[in-house]
């Protein structure tokens, strides 16, 4: 099953939905035991969905924007912590397609290695600056000595490090204290990972400290600098909610499986058939359409517009945001309510999309900065 030589996204979404049982009979073991979903990702680069945001003259799908939620939704409706970490790559692909920031050597190198099955992930979040969406500047540090950059530092929440091939790096120059990127393979000496990651939600991304230490990288390999970037909405944000909407999805089908099933003694009926239990099914299935709706229409709107009014539409992106991490979490409880004390069973999936779905608060864009942004518009 080869996902690039298919031509619709109805075929691409059923080889993913083949995939959606598999990922759900490894989430538990990787979550108890805080271990990356390996085997997932291997599935997704066998076939060739690695590929798929990647442009079409280096032999990737160079997918709409619209595609590309729909396949993340579906991937996280098995696991979450899978759909979230791939998000990443696939965004990167599909932003650095549309805007080719890079310089063309560099940027047909790293091309053609996710032609191969490379994956890259941009490691911007530091301990001690915070979000990168705040501003503050990296206390990663990069230092020219000849024709080489020396790059020193650390950075958090790496989603992927155990199985990226390269990170996007930003760190200061130190001569002219100016914010840049860089491109660090992996394999180059002096990277290291200390695996950190220590958090309740989202436990399996593996999201780790990376570790520069004299990292040597030739001068092309700085990407491009934060003073010469073109500010431009990010439309593959849109994988952050489609997440959290799939594992919102996934909590609605857990418990109408178990309402439907259910039937305690004092009952003739499963628990399904009670008006109380309907009506708090109903409110997940409202949440869910709207949310759905609300996603999907913003990614077509974003497919069908000039360049120029995508980068106007950075409130619609973080409204999409903001209303389907925050409905996901109303889902989650709701289901959990109607399942009762047995959703806090570690048994239970419904425990884990709780945790998961509270990380979605603290993906990019943070909700009180889009509701600036919409109050400015306004």
Request: one cysteine or more; hydrophobic letters at 40%.
């Amino acid at each position: 099953m080869d996902l690039l030589s298919m031509e619709t996204i109805e075929e691409r979404l059923r080889v993913i939905n083949e995939l959606i049982p598999i990922f759900q009979n490894r989430a538990k073991e990787n979550d108890e035991e805080g271990r990356f979903p390996f085997e997932n990702i291997r599935d997704l680069k066998d076939i060739k969905y690695t590929q798929l945001t990647a442009p079409k003259e280096f032999g990737g799908g160079e997918i709409s924007l619209f595609d590309f939620v729909r396949l993340q939704e579906a991937i996280a409706i098995g696991d979450g912590a899978t759909a979230l970490s791939i998000g990443w790559h696939m965004g990167t692909m599909m932003n650095l397609a549309k805007n080719r920031p890079w310089d063309n050597h560099l940027y047909s190198y790293v091309c053609k290695e996710v032609s191969r099955g490379a994956l890259l992930n941009v490691c911007s979040t530091e301990e001690q600056t915070g979000s990168p969406t705040r501003g503050g500047k990296p206390v990663t540090t990069a230092v020219k000595r000849g024709d080489k950059w020396i790059v020193n530092g650390r950075k958090s929440f790496a989603t992927m490090s155990q199985m990226l091939d390269f990170f996007v790096v930003s760190a200061t120059i130190e001569e002219s204290n100016e914010v840049a990127f860089f491109l660090i393979p992996s394999h180059s000496e002096g990277v290291s990972i200390e695996e950190t990651w220590d958090s309740i939600a989202m436990r399996s991304s593996g999201s780790h400290d990376l570790v520069f230490e004299n990292v040597e990288i030739p001068l092309e390999y700085l990407t491009e600098k934060l003073s010469n970037r073109k500010k431009a909405a990010t439309g593959y944000l849109l994988h952050i909610p489609a997440c959290y909407l799939g594992i919102a999805e996934a909590a609605k089908r857990e418990t109408v499986h178990f309402a439907k099933h259910y039937i305690p003694n004092s009952l003739q009926h499963p628990l399904f058939d009670l008006p109380a239990i309907q009506q708090k099914i109903g409110e997940i299935e409202l949440k869910l359409m709207q949310s759905r709706h609300f996603l999907y229409s913003v990614a077509k709107m974003w497919d069908g517009s000039t360049v120029e009014k995508q980068n106007q539409m950075a409130p619609e992106l973080g409204a999409v945001k903001l209303s389907i991490t925050n409905q996901a979490v109303e889902i989650v409880d709701l289901a959990m309510r109607i399942v009762g004390a047995r959703s806090l069973s570690a048994k239970s999936p419904l425990q884990r999309y709780y945790r998961d779905v509270r990380a979605g608060l603290h993906n990019p864009p943070m909700d009180d900065m889009t509701l600036m942004l919409l109050a400015k518009r306004v």
